[in-house]
């Protein structure tokens, strides 16, 4: 009997993108545009440290960018309305760019300490 070589496949590096980092967030943002490369499957991790004024609320998203149109689409959203954490799990997306979006609500809002990554998967 001969031996069978072992095959191996090598994929590519996971990568995290850092969108915000340690920010104060006030007012509605966004990031810029994402190539997602191999990547499919995203991870958006979400932190706040403080959270001041009157029924403040910070809801953030997830789009798909349509270079056709220009416009970025949402397709899932997270609101916070206290500190600490939460995420947004988007698996099989179809797409070739997307961007993070947030909008803030109430009177006076303060987001501190805000930090909001995306990791990239198979």
């Known amino acids: 009997m001969s031996a069978r070589p072992i095959e191996t496949t090598v ?4 990568n995290v993108i850092i969108v915000q980092s340690a920010a104060t967030i006030t007012s509605n943002g966004s990031s810029s545009n994402y190539s ?6 995203f991870l958006v991790t ?3 440290g403080s959270v001041s004024g009157t029924s403040p ?3 953030v998203y997830f789009n798909a960018y349509d270079s056709n149109s220009g416009q970025s689409i949402p397709l899932a959203s997270v609101t916070l309305t206290s500190a600490g954490g939460t995420y947004i799990y988007v698996h099989d997306f179809p797409g070739n760019q997307f961007n993070i979006s947030w909008v803030v609500g109430g009177t006076s809002p303060s987001f501190g300490s805000v930090y909001i990554s995306v990791y990239e998967s198979w």
């Open 11 to 14: 994929l590519p590096q996971k």
């Open 36 to 41: 997602t490369g191999p990547y499919k499957n």
């Open 57 to 59: 609320s910070l809801t």
């Open 46 to 48: 979400i932190y706040v």
